[in-house]
């Protein structure tokens, strides 16, 4: 049997119906969060021992614009919110900060010992800024980082490493930006330099299954996170992270599981 990426709605639903029950039994119980029958996993935040400084990673409304903006580019893709991010970072014109910040928000639950050859589509849509090219560059993004157990069979002591996607350039420098597939723009490489894909030899998302499959790997996976440092500063916004049919929806309130083909 298959693993898959995402929590089954199934499950979410008939725990949702569960805590239904329980709060009408039990005065004051939580009641489970669902918006037009869209599932919420309280699963997601700030993974703590990944973070450097003290950056931002926040659930927020909007952001909508920049003034002048209009159309799709002007507003999240997904709701009226996104995951905001601001991290501290080197600039051409600032001095030098004291501390260059990192920040990992994520799920270290819901995708632990998922099958990391079994992710076939994966990729988020960005709000970018002039500021941020300006601080860095037009590739100073997000990232997406993927923790990953790599089963290498000749590394049986090797149980760690991290999975990185480096993002192209947004293709709107104002505003939000369109799905950005991770699956074919954008280049991936591992921290551990368990296979061909590191980061002194980047490669695409096919060559990096390949360079698994190469060596008979099975990786599995820890945790999945939206992610930015430690390198130029950065301010702006993620949101509709994919992984396979599931779009994760960044809202004030929490982030909604969405079923997409």
């Known amino acids: 049997m298959k693993a898959r990426f995402g929590v089954r709605r199934g499950t979410v639903l008939v725990a949702a119906l569960l805590v239904a029950v329980i709060a009408a039994i039990l005065p004051g119980s939580a009641t489970a969060d669902t918006n037009d029958n869209r599932a919420r996993s309280d699963h997601w935040g700030v993974i703590a021992r990944n973070t450097i400084g003290s950056p931002v990673a926040d659930l927020r409304n909007g952001p909508y614009g920049p003034f002048g903006v209009t159309g799709t580019a002007a507003r999240p893709p997904y709701g009226r919110g996104s995951l905001g991010i601001e991290v501290v970072g080197a600039t051409p014109t600032l001095p030098a900060p004291p501390v260059v910040e990192k920040v990992d928000f994520g799920n270290e639950v819901d995708f632990f010992g998922k099958s990391l050859l079994a992710l076939r589509r994966v990729g988020f849509h ?123 929806d960044f809202e004030p309130d929490g982030v909604k599981q969405l079923r997409t083909r």
Not at 152 to 172: E, I, M, N, Q, R
Not at 180 to 202: M, R, V
Not at 213 to 223: D, G, H, M
């Open 126 to 248: 960005v709000f970018q800024t002039g500021e941020n090219i300006g601080y860095g560059g037009a590739t100073n993004m997000p990232n997406i980082r993927i923790e990953i157990d790599p089963n290498v069979p000749t590394l049986p002591a090797d149980t760690y490493s991290t999975l990185v996607w480096v993002p192209a350039a947004s293709p709107v420098p104002n505003g939000w930006s369109p799905f950005i597939d991770a699956t074919t723009t954008g280049y991936w490489y591992l921290t551990g330099n368990e296979t061909s894909c590191t980061q002194a030899a980047q490669c695409s998302f096919a060559q990096l299954k390949a360079s698994f499959t190469l060596l008979n790997a099975k990786p599995t996976v820890y945790t999945v996170a939206v992610a930015k440092g430690p390198d130029s500063m950065w301010i702006g916004a993620v949101d509709g992270l994919r992984l396979n049919n599931y779009v994760y």
